[in-house]
Nanobody, 124 residues
Framework: QLQLVESGGGLVQPGGSLRLSCAVL????????VGWFRQAPGKEREGLSC????????YYADSVKGRFTISRDNAKHTVYLEMNSLNPEATAVYYC?????????????????WGRGTPVTVSS
């Protein structure tokens, strides 16, 4: 069964950092582009970042550029999102998703597989 499982969310103070993980189960991670998304209460889902097969291509939304870093370890079947300088506006449920690499490297394509999300709360 194909699954993506996010972890690493939680409560963090403004200015703090979190590292999210996305464990991929049941399929070969190295054939997929993986993206990170978030959805804040009452807002539409936002594409944050994505990474190509061998990490040679990465994309970041302007809202997170310079503060978030995406990486992947295909041998460990895991993709990471390092988040720094978090502010309260980052409070959301964070999702990872995967799409076959032939569909491109973008957060704007239709992703095939989705995790259930991990909540992040930025508050003092």
């Amino acid at each position: 069964q194909l699954q993506l499982v996010e972890s690493g969310g939680g409560l963090v103070q403004p200015g703090g950092s979190l590292r999210l993980s996305c464990a991929v189960l049941g399929f070969a991670l190295d054939q997929y582009t993986v993206g990170w998304f978030r959805q804040a209460p009452g807002k539409e889902r936002e594409g944050l970042s994505c990474i190509s097969l061998n990490a040679e291509i990465t994309y970041y939304a302007d809202s997170v550029k310079g503060r978030f870093t995406i990486s992947r370890d295909n041998a460990k079947h895991t993709v990471y999102l390092e988040m720094n300088s978090l502010n309260p506006e980052a409070t959301a449920v964070y999702y990872c998703a995967a799409v076959p690499y032939i569909k491109g490297y973008s957060v704007y394509v239709s992703y095939t597989y989705w995790g259930r999300g991990t909540p992040v709360t930025v508050s003092s």
